[in-house]
């Protein structure tokens, strides 16, 4: 099996900055895109940002340009820098990877952390 561990959440105040991190362990061959993902109350998943197993990104638009996706492929974790917090980005936020187990006979398969509570303080 494949896990997820996501750390770094918690009570922000507007303006400040926080860095969530995931780490997958487990039965892992390769992981292709690992990205975040955050559910506010209220309101469906949303992507916040993705990045390639080479390192080529995309950001949701609430987000461009006060985040930083990054990750470290050595350590099978990627890395969420959020800066100029808003109370609107108080979510629960959620780490996706796209995980092949095995070199063979297997297919690549998405692996969700459990979520890590983000709360940004006016």
């Known amino acids: 099996q494949v896990q997820l561990v996501e750390s770094g959440g918690g009570l922000v105040q507007a303006g400040g900055s926080l860095r969530l991190a995931c780490a997958a362990s487990?039965?892992?061959?390769?992981?292709?895109?690992m990205g975040w993902y955050r559910r506010a109350p209220g309101k469906q998943r949303e992507l916040v940002a993705r990045?390639?197993?080479?390192?080529?990104?995309n950001y949701a638009d609430s987000v461009k340009g006060r985040s930083n996706i990054s990750r470290d492929n050595a350590k099978n974790t990627v890395y969420l820098e959020m800066n100029s917090l808003k109370p609107e980005d108080t979510a629960v936020y959620y780490c996706?990877?796209?995980?092949?187990?095995?070199?063979?006979?297997?297919?690549?398969?998405?692996?969700w952390g459990q979520g890590t509570q983000v709360t940004v303080s006016s």
């Open positions: 990045i390639t197993s080479g390192g080529i990104t």
């Open positions: 487990g039965t892992i061959f390769k992981i292709n895109d």
């Open positions: 996706n990877a796209n995980v092949l187990r095995f070199e063979w006979g297997t297919t690549a398969l998405n692996y």
